[in-house]
């Protein structure tokens, strides 16, 4: 049934909206903007700031547009007298209690509560300075976030995030009134708690009270070392996001555009993560493979099933908190930002002649939980510690326009070889879906040797944003030595946000789900919605990059990872086949069960 169309007037302009719709929402279809800060479209309503406030004509009191559903012949103003001297009293309030030094705060230029003070502050503060009077907490312990209680304006978004989208529930609200706090759990330090380093807060933070642990400098300074051999090596969604802070329409793709500024910042080589996220496939592909093996054919009833990916770290440290059965479900694959730092600092440093100890692994990622990922204790397989900085979309952003580049101007550029070669494959790990596309057409031609039954290869079941996807692949016409799998039904799954990974481990624990293989993104969107990229990131936002990291796969000659000959020749030099001995030295890894509290 259709909802009920209600008929009201903002600022005297009639519109008509569906029953439900909140002011704010009625008041944007007429280009009306309201300020907001505790709102966000990817979480519950809360109207706790109150600085989205309008007149409602016949109300005694300003209501809270985003909290306030429109009703038929309503009169709102956004505008009044009323509202805008209660509007910059909320304002006024805010920053009486907020240690403003923009100049010196990494959200300088991107926080909304100094956007709105510049559109409504003008004079001095009405209010008390206070300040002076509260405790700084400036906590750095995380390598992946910082968190610094005097920007935050308890708007609470944090907190919503972290328990609604990703159940994780690190950050909550202590105390009340003008005591009220954002704290973890015994007000510990953000490294010691339960915390995924998913970043998802800072995408939502609205000011500089969250944000990602930078290594900025540390980059700057090994680029400026003459001693060192700096390699970067691009996760595949960063190419379709990063133009989003440096000018560019959302949903352009600017891979060439990065690998000429790469260069010219002065990295040595530019090479491309997508490399080993095409080995990944090959690897983990073979695990699945082996794991079915031994399940059907050898009946050993120890092999775990359904096998989980294990690229996004944020979702391995939340496996490791919260679902410490299921860890041996977690494929050994190590993420294809490790994989490339491992092989970086043998293999390719042997090829280039460099000594391991003279390079300087950098990756450029949407994710801030590789930060937490590369200072693993296990993530030192080469001899070295396999990559040694990682900085978010936003902070290779920041880079460029340190370095005067003028992005927007420059021309495209290829990756170099070897370790720069990819497929569409591995550029679709990029958005929710993407690895278990890419492992299913990789998997189902080595057992078959025929092409996946999908329509120019895109396998439309496990594409899109629904929180959890399922599909089923009927397995046909099989190769001698994999007769094994005639006839079944190859059953996958894929979540992504880590409230719909917990509702999937539920279902797997409850031993309901028949799923063979099980792929996990910790961001909403995959890592098209990392918490390392430019923000807003909101739905609209998520899927124009993942149509255009579609369009980034389809516009490829190559678009199977077994099929990317650099692989191919990494294999033939070095590692043999997948899953030989040097493989799992350098490529896999394991995992720690880790506490709750
Ligand atoms: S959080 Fe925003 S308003 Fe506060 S110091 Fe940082 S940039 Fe300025
Ligand atoms: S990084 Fe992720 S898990 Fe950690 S507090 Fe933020 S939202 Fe929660
Ligand atoms: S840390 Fe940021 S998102 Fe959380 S309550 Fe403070 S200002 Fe809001
Ligand atoms: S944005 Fe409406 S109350 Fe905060």
Redesign the pocket.
């Known amino acids: 049934m259709g909802k009920y169309m209600v008929n009201l007037k903002i600022n005297n302009t009639p519109v008509q909206v569906e029953e439900g719709t909140t002011i704010l929402e009625a008041a944007k279809r007429l280009n009306f903007r309201i300020p907001t ?2 709102n966000h479209p990817d979480l519950s309503v809360a109207g706790n700031c109150r600085v989205c406030v309008v007149e409602v004509k016949g109300a005694r009191l300003l209501s809270a547009s985003c909290a306030t559903p429109v009703s038929e012949g309503m009169e709102v103003n956004t505008n009044s007298e009323k509202v805008r001297i209660a509007r910059k009293h909320v304002i006024e309030l805010l920053l009486s209690e907020h240690n403003a030094d923009c100049t010196k705060c990494f959200k300088n230029g991107h926080c909304e ?1 100094q956007e709105l003070a510049s559109e409504y502050r003008y004079g001095d503060h009405i209010f008390t300075d206070l300040v002076k009077t509260k405790d700084r907490i400036l906590d750095i312990s995380s390598p992946s976030i910082t ?1 610094d ?1 005097s ?9 919503r ?1 972290c328990t609604e989208l990703q159940s994780v529930s690190a ?1 909550a ?1 202590a105390h009340k009134g003008d005591h009220q706090i ?1 704290t973890t759990f015994m007000n510990k330090p953000m490294n010691d708690v339960v915390c995924t380093n998913c970043g998802q ?1 800072i995408n ?4 500089g ?2 944000y990602e642990r930078n290594y900025i400098e540390d980059v700057w300074h090994a680029i400026y070392d003459p001693s060192k051999f700096v390699v970067v090596e691009t996760a595949p969604a960063t190419r379709v996001a990063l133009g989003e802070d440096l000018g560019i329409e959302t949903g352009q793709r600017v891979t060439g555009k990065m690998v000429s500024a790469l260069r010219k910042m002065g990295f040595n080589k530019v090479l491309d993560t997508d490399f080993t996220a095409d080995l990944t496939i090959l690897e983990e592909g073979t695990e699945l493979l082996t794991r079915l093996k031994k399940a059907l054919v050898d009946k050993d009833e120890t092999v775990k099933l359904p096998l989980m990916t294990s690229c996004s770290p944020g979702w391995v440290k939340y496996q490791e908190h919260m679902f410490p059965e299921l860890i041996d479900n977690l494929s050994s694959c190590k993420s294809p930002q490790q994989m490339f730092g491992a092989l970086a600092k043998t293999y390719y440093a042997d090829k280039i002649n460099i000594k391991a100890e003279n390079m300087i692994v950098v990756s450029i990622m949407p994710c801030t939980a590789k930060k937490f990922e590369c200072n693993r204790s296990e993530m030192r397989d080469s001899g070295f510690k396999d990559v040694d900085y990682v900085l978010t979309t936003r902070e290779l952003a920041m880079m460029i326009k340190q370095a005067g580049i003028e992005f927007d101007k420059l021309e495209d550029e290829s990756y170099d070889s070897i370790l720069g070669e990819s497929t569409g494959a591995a550029v679709i790990f990029g958005t929710t879906g993407g690895v278990m596309e890419a492992a299913l057409r990789t998997a189902y031609e080595i057992i078959t040797g025929n092409e996946v039954p999908f329509t120019n290869l895109n396998i439309k079941p496990v594409r899109g944003m629904e929180g959890v996807k399922e599909a089923s692949i009927k397995i046909k016409n099989t190769k001698p030595e994999w007769s094994f799998l005639e006839g079944v039904d190859l059953n996958v799954a894929v979540a992504h946000g880590l409230s719909n990974a917990k509702l999937l481990m539920e279902s797997v624990k409850s031993g309901k789900s028949a799923y063979h293989f099980i792929e996990v993104m910790g961001c909403p969107g995959g890592c098209i919605g990392g918490g390392g990229q430019p923000i807003p990131t909101t739905a609209e936002i998520r899927k124009r990059r993942a149509d255009a990291i579609y369009a980034e796969d389809m516009g490829k000659t190559i678009r199977k990872s077994h099929e990317n000959p650099e692989v191919s020749e990494v294999y033939k030099e070095y590692l043999t086949n997948p899953l030989s001995h040097k493989s799992h030295e350098l490529l896999h890894t394991h995992y720690k069960v880790r506490k709750r509290y």
């Open positions: 800060l505790c509560l968190r209680s920007k935050c304006i308890r708007c609470q978004r944090c907190v995030t950050l609200v954002i807060c939502r933070c609205p000011t009270a969250l």
